[in-house]
Protein backbone atom coordinates (compact mmCIF):
# COMPACT_ATOMS: atom_id res chain seq x y z
CA UNK A 1 0.00 0.00 0.00
CA UNK A 2 1.34 3.05 -1.13
CA UNK A 3 0.13 6.06 0.83
CA UNK A 4 0.62 9.99 2.28
CA UNK A 5 -0.94 10.99 6.03
CA UNK A 6 -0.33 14.54 6.68
CA UNK A 7 -0.73 15.71 10.09
CA UNK A 8 -0.18 18.56 12.38
CA UNK A 9 -3.41 21.11 11.07
CA UNK A 10 -5.41 22.64 13.90
CA UNK A 11 -6.89 26.20 14.88
CA UNK A 12 -4.07 28.98 15.14
CA UNK A 13 -4.35 32.54 15.69
CA UNK A 14 -3.39 35.24 12.84
CA UNK A 15 1.03 35.41 13.52
CA UNK A 16 0.79 31.69 14.82
CA UNK A 17 2.98 29.40 13.36
CA UNK A 18 2.23 25.43 12.47
CA UNK A 19 4.11 22.72 11.44
CA UNK A 20 2.69 19.88 9.12
CA UNK A 21 4.18 16.84 8.66
CA UNK A 22 3.60 14.32 5.33
CA UNK A 23 4.89 10.71 6.28
CA UNK A 24 5.03 7.86 3.87
CA UNK A 25 4.03 4.03 4.36
CA UNK A 26 4.35 1.79 1.73
CA UNK A 27 7.38 3.25 0.02
CA UNK A 28 10.39 5.29 1.14
CA UNK A 29 10.58 8.78 0.02
CA UNK A 30 13.95 9.08 -1.23
CA UNK A 31 14.13 9.85 -4.92
CA UNK A 32 10.93 11.58 -5.03
CA UNK A 33 10.06 15.21 -5.15
CA UNK A 34 7.45 16.10 -2.45
CA UNK A 35 5.14 19.17 -3.18
CA UNK A 36 3.30 20.64 -0.64
CA UNK A 37 -0.44 21.90 -1.95
CA UNK A 38 -3.77 23.52 -0.54
CA UNK A 39 -7.07 24.41 -1.29
CA UNK A 40 -9.43 27.48 0.09
CA UNK A 41 -12.48 27.37 0.16
CA UNK A 42 -14.42 28.03 -3.22
CA UNK A 43 -11.01 28.33 -4.84
CA UNK A 44 -8.71 26.31 -6.81
CA UNK A 45 -5.88 24.05 -5.26
CA UNK A 46 -2.71 26.24 -5.47
CA UNK A 47 0.58 24.73 -5.43
CA UNK A 48 2.90 26.22 -2.26
CA UNK A 49 6.34 24.57 -1.99
CA UNK A 50 8.27 21.60 -2.99
CA UNK A 51 11.55 20.09 -2.01
CA UNK A 52 13.42 17.83 -4.55
CA UNK A 53 14.52 14.49 -3.98
CA UNK A 54 18.30 16.22 -3.26
CA UNK A 55 17.01 18.93 -0.71
CA UNK A 56 16.70 21.65 -3.09
CA UNK A 57 13.75 23.49 -2.47
CA UNK A 58 10.98 24.99 -5.17
CA UNK A 59 8.44 27.99 -4.38
CA UNK A 60 5.36 27.57 -6.03
CA UNK A 61 3.38 30.85 -4.54
CA UNK A 62 4.97 34.13 -3.54
CA UNK A 63 2.29 34.68 -0.82
CA UNK A 64 4.21 32.37 1.50
CA UNK A 65 7.42 33.38 0.46
CA UNK A 66 9.86 33.90 3.80
CA UNK A 67 6.92 32.17 5.85
CA UNK A 68 7.30 28.41 4.83
CA UNK A 69 9.54 26.37 4.88
CA UNK A 70 9.45 22.81 3.85
CA UNK A 71 12.25 20.38 4.74
CA UNK A 72 12.62 16.23 4.76
CA UNK A 73 14.05 13.78 7.24
CA UNK A 74 14.42 10.76 5.23
CA UNK A 75 15.43 8.41 7.62
CA UNK A 76 11.78 9.00 8.89
CA UNK A 77 10.30 8.72 6.00
CA UNK A 78 8.69 12.30 6.47
CA UNK A 79 8.45 15.53 4.65
CA UNK A 80 7.62 18.83 6.85
CA UNK A 81 6.04 22.22 6.43
CA UNK A 82 6.92 25.02 8.74
CA UNK A 83 4.87 27.81 8.27
CA UNK A 84 5.29 30.86 10.10
CA UNK A 85 3.25 34.53 10.52
CA UNK A 86 0.12 33.04 9.51
CA UNK A 87 -2.32 34.96 8.20
CA UNK A 88 -6.29 33.99 7.66
CA UNK A 89 -5.75 33.90 3.94
CA UNK A 90 -3.64 31.05 4.68
CA UNK A 91 -6.48 29.43 5.71
CA UNK A 92 -7.12 25.57 3.84
CA UNK A 93 -7.01 22.12 3.30
CA UNK A 94 -3.14 21.37 2.74
CA UNK A 95 -1.91 18.67 0.79
CA UNK A 96 1.23 16.56 0.25
CA UNK A 97 2.06 14.91 -2.52
CA UNK A 98 5.03 12.91 -4.14
CA UNK A 99 6.47 12.63 -7.33
CA UNK A 100 9.42 9.97 -8.55
CA UNK A 101 11.71 13.01 -10.04
CA UNK A 102 14.70 14.39 -8.88
CA UNK A 103 13.83 17.81 -9.64
CA UNK A 104 9.97 18.86 -8.30
CA UNK A 105 7.63 19.66 -11.19
CA UNK A 106 7.30 23.15 -12.64
CA UNK A 107 4.52 23.87 -13.25
CA UNK A 108 2.97 22.24 -10.29
CA UNK A 109 1.27 19.43 -12.42
CA UNK A 110 2.70 16.10 -12.20
CA UNK A 111 2.57 14.26 -9.24
CA UNK A 112 1.40 10.57 -8.80
CA UNK A 113 0.63 9.89 -5.01
CA UNK A 114 -1.68 12.30 -2.84
CA UNK A 115 -2.04 12.22 0.65
CA UNK A 116 -5.76 13.22 2.09
CA UNK A 117 -5.12 16.52 3.50
CA UNK A 118 -5.32 18.64 6.84
CA UNK A 119 -7.06 21.37 7.38
CA UNK A 120 -5.68 24.57 8.45
CA UNK A 121 -7.79 27.61 10.03
CA UNK A 122 -5.94 30.89 10.98
CA UNK A 123 -8.93 32.72 12.74
CA UNK A 124 -9.25 34.59 16.39
Known amino acids: QLQLVESGGGLVQPGGSLRLSCAASGFSLDGYSIGWFRQAPGKEREGVLC????????LYTYSVEGRFIVSRDNAKNTVYLEMNSLKPEDTAVYYC?????????????????WGQGTQVTVST
Open 97 to 113: AAQMNYYCPDPANQFEY
Open 51 to 58: INSGGGRL
